[in-house]
């Protein structure tokens, strides 16, 4: 008898009628002879609702207690999936990240996960029931205070129990078939990738692929556990991560996994730094100090007859602010003349293990990009994947172009949404 | 320095406003020199709308799931509490049931509380904090699973945790002024009882009013605990209750406390019973076999020629289709002709320790009531209470009656209801 790890996010479960039939989905996975841990996002907008009203009280809300708000939307969910099992006539508990031995660092609003010590899951399965657990949530180690795991949370929730139970696969339930070689939403002959590695997708999550997020892949690829992605609205095989293909699914690696690109990202361009060493370490070392990850850098060619030089580097949006702020803050440190700031690029990039032996993948990504007119603001690679950034209004024309070049597109437009996306 | 623990009910956290104006009343107890401890209702419709919820998935919840699911309106509401005063810039920390050690036994939805272990709420407190606590719920003692204490339970987590934190007073804000005379939607002339003894109070809980449960202040006299039940949406002093007058206090005790109504319940009339020993014993195990618990109980004088006699009981409305049918079930068990059902009744107490000592009051009662032209039907007494069935139509002018001939209207209506009701 198999254990399996099932995630469902908010919007598979948006409402009653999205419960009985998540509950009707899991009791075939019963059924079927396996032991069943369930991790369930909050239902649809609860969060949202929940955070709006904690804006109404408080505009800066205190971590420990927004988390504590928060769980309540996972506690809601989970006790109605259990009931409906019930009402099927199979047996199943529910338990918050706190019962089922989610423990984490203190850190408010974005814990991580240290340790996973699920005997009560272990022992309800014993009992012959489906264990419903809460995602997104903790328990702090050292203060017992209920913690939140931040965005993408349940399904590192769901990775990290499957680990911890070594379950044979984890399940993630959401709004899409699979993993595609594109966003279907800029790519309608996008297709659904049946098998893709660690490596290849954790190059496409971080280039902005937004089915699986980086941290839920990462923690799958260290304790190995293989990730089968796909829709709780059809009954279709998704896609399935792991380090090789699974059993009798001899899949063949391909060269280029897929397109993935981002426009959540901004470009700060600090301007007439002077050549010498130690002056972009300056830089970075506000940037590092003021909690704020870098994408991509670029340091242009001095200009030699001045001494000066720009350095250019991406960071999300979001920490745009932030960041412009620190470097004004530290000016004299560093010594430079101008900050310019641009949140009109987006980023594009192509993902493959295959990249590594076929060395016209590069040349012919370029030549892709050169044909759709799309300029080119900066570069940046690893060995299986290249990324550019162009103007934000290239990025869908750029993302079509580079997807046909490679052969992707699919003969039919077969990629489905089917609802919002969880969390 | 004292420790005070405040309870606000639904209706006083019923909206963000709400819980912001709930704040500043917590920071006005903790500015005045006390040490506070704050226990919360779900806000306002919470808890109806996920009870709807449960009812969409499954007929019949299970006790386990559907108290994980309750609970959740509790946390929700503390966690906004303890942000909006912080938000008013005072250190607050929430907890749920479990956090602040409110031990209970293993019956879902009804629990009863068999230990309060507050190290949590202690340590907060010595650190400068206001402690928000949950109300309502609790953790098992032997499965430390997730349990409610049923209808009124806020009110006696307040209780509980204070008697273990030993605090000076618990004060239960609620959407009227106090306690009344007499239900003030009912006479517009009822006055607002500076203080009652536990003894009173619990006769008025058990005889209708609902400003206070049974339960909730039989933990407190257990305790010594004195309650101050006040309004959340005034500033003004409501009523105390306990064992003597408080303080500076010099309370007479009243000859009568006030007038209780209930149109609750039904009376069950089992017809043709023979007279003979063990007869009323075979009815009420049956109906004690049953779960239910009865009020008022009267047996008809036998008739001679047949030597049958009918026994009538009265018992909650909601009870009354089970007892039927548990007494149809064991009918050759009991031996009886047949069973008359009628809920258009309605009971009339009037309490009040004065009462032993004052001939005079059984007497003026009645006559209260004969000139009203209500007519009689039961009649219980216990040594500070005098209660009476009548036509549920009759209830209103009865309550008016006996409240004006025992001289307890007030010059002016100053009765005002300011909200919803809470749990």
């Given at each position: 008898?198999?254990l399996?790890?099932?995630?469902?996010?908010g919007s598979?479960?948006?409402?009653?009628?999205?419960?009985?039939?998540?509950?009707?989905?899991?009791?075939?996975?019963?059924?079927?002879?396996?032991?069943v841990?369930?991790?369930?996002?909050a239902?649809?907008?609860?969060?949202?609702?929940?955070?709006?009203l904690?804006?109404q009280?408080?505009?800066?809300p205190?971590?420990?207690?927004?988390d504590?708000l928060?769980?309540?939307?996972?506690?809601i969910?989970?006790?109605?999936?259990?009931?409906?099992?019930?009402n099927?006539?199979?047996?199943?508990q529910?338990?918050?990240?706190?019962?089922?031995?989610?423990?984490?660092?203190s850190?408010?609003?974005?814990?991580?996960i240290?340790?996973?010590t699920?005997?009560?899951?272990?022992?309800?399965?014993?009992?012959?029931?489906?264990?419903?657990?809460?995602?997104?949530?903790?328990?702090?180690q050292?203060?017992?205070d209920?913690?939140?795991?931040?965005?993408?949370?349940?399904?590192?929730t769901?990775v990290?129990?499957?680990a911890?139970l070594?379950?044979?696969?984890?399940?993630?339930?959401?709004?899409?078939?699979?993993?595609?070689?594109?966003d279907?939403?800029?790519?309608?002959?996008a297709?659904?990738?049946?098998?893709?590695?660690f490596?290849?997708?954790?190059?496409?999550?971080?280039?902005?692929?937004k089915?699986?997020?980086?941290r839920?892949?990462?923690?799958?690829?260290?304790?190995?556990?293989?990730?089968?992605?796909?829709?709780?609205f059809?009954?279709?095989?998704?896609?399935?991560?792991?380090s090789?293909?699974?059993g009798?699914k001899q899949v063949?690696?391909?060269?280029?996994?897929?397109?993935?690109?981002?426009?959540?990202?901004?470009?700060?361009?600090v301007?007439g730094?002077?050549?010498k060493?130690?002056?972009?370490?300056a830089i970075?070392?506000?940037?590092?100090?003021?909690?704020?990850?870098?994408?991509?850098?670029?340091?242009?060619?001095?200009?030699a007859s001045?001494?000066?030089?720009?350095?250019?580097f991406?960071?999300p949006k979001?920490?745009?602010?932030?960041?412009?702020?620190a470097?004004?803050?530290?000016?004299?440190?560093i010594?430079?003349?101008?900050l310019?700031?641009?949140?009109?690029?987006?980023?594009?990039s192509?993902?493959?293990?295959?990249?590594?032996?076929?060395p016209?993948?590069?040349?012919?990504?370029?030549?892709?990009?050169?044909?759709?007119?799309?300029?080119?603001?900066?570069?940046?690679?690893?060995e299986?994947?290249?990324?550019?950034?162009?103007?934000?209004?290239?990025?869908?024309?750029?993302?079509?172009?580079?997807?046909?070049?490679?052969?992707?597109?699919?003969?039919t437009?077969?990629?489905?949404?089917y609802?919002?996306?969880?969390?």
């Open positions: 008898m198999g399996v790890v099932q995630k469902y996010g598979s479960v948006a409402d009653a009628e999205g419960i009985k039939r998540v509950a009707k989905r899991i009791v075939e996975a019963k059924k079927n002879g396996n032991q841990v369930v991790v369930v996002s239902m649809g907008d609860t969060t949202d609702e929940l955070i709006d904690a804006e009280v408080s505009p800066m205190a971590g420990r207690e927004f504590m928060l769980t309540a939307g996972e506690r969910s989970m006790a109605l999936l259990a009931m409906a099992i019930k099927l006539g199979h047996e199943a529910s338990f918050t990240g706190s019962q089922a031995g989610v423990i984490t660092d850190v408010h609003n974005k814990a991580r240290i340790d996973v699920p005997g009560r899951i272990r022992t309800a399965l014993d009992e012959g029931n489906i264990a419903i657990v809460a995602g997104f949530q903790g328990v702090s050292d203060k017992k209920i913690t939140t795991l931040g965005r993408g949370g349940s399904d590192t769901a990290a129990l499957a911890a070594d379950a044979e696969v984890c399940e993630i339930y959401t709004d899409v078939d699979g993993v595609f070689t594109a279907p939403r800029v790519v309608k002959k297709k659904k990738i049946d098998w893709i590695s490596e290849d997708m954790l190059e496409l999550a971080a280039s902005g692929s089915v699986l997020l980086h839920c892949v990462e923690y799958a690829r260290r304790y190995n556990i293989p990730i089968h992605v796909r829709s709780s059809s009954g279709l095989q998704g896609t399935w991560v792991s090789e293909p699974i009798d063949e690696q391909a060269i280029i996994s897929g397109v993935a690109h981002d426009t959540s990202e901004a470009k700060i361009t301007v730094v002077p050549d060493p130690g002056e972009a370490a970075f070392r506000t940037i590092a100090d003021a909690a704020i990850n870098l994408d991509m850098v670029v340091q242009n060619v001095s200009a001045t001494g000066l030089t720009d350095i250019s991406t960071l979001t920490e745009g602010r932030k960041a412009i702020d470097l004004e803050r530290n000016r004299s440190g010594g430079f003349d101008s310019r700031y641009d949140d009109q690029i987006g980023k594009i192509l993902v493959g293990a295959g990249m590594k032996t076929n016209g993948v590069t040349a012919s990504f370029f030549e892709a990009l050169s044909n759709a007119g799309v300029n080119i603001e900066l570069i940046s690679t690893s299986i994947r290249i990324s550019v950034v162009t103007r934000a209004d290239d990025v869908a024309e750029a993302v079509r172009a580079v997807h046909t070049a490679f052969g992707l597109d699919s003969d437009d077969e990629a489905v949404v609802g919002g996306t969880g969390r």
